[in-house]
């Protein structure tokens, strides 16, 4: 029997990425890290994300600081630096 909701599902790239614009591959990423909830099976080879699990994650990443990419660029070379000192 079919679970019936409001929330539809997005499958992974090629199919889902008009929502997210992201590689299956950093969905999987995200998961990993626990970013986003895993995806739910919906057939045997298949699975798909809830729209709302999707949605809640690229507002968690708008809203996240972000460096600017100098100072991204500065603190890797530093981090180098040290690792060869």
């Given at each position: ?35 986003l ?29 972000r ?19």
């Open positions: 029997m079919a679970l019936l909701t409001t929330d539809p599902l997005h499958r992974p790239p090629p199919r889902g990425e008009k929502l997210m614009g992201l590689s299956r591959s950093t969905l999987y990423l995200a998961v990993a890290r626990g970013d909830a895993p995806p739910e099976v919906i057939g045997l080879r298949a699975v798909a994300w809830r729209e709302s699990a999707l949605l809640a994650y690229k507002k968690k990443m708008a809203d996240r600081p460096r600017k990419p100098i100072e991204a660029m500065a603190a890797a070379r530093a981090k180098r630096e040290a690792q060869l000192a």
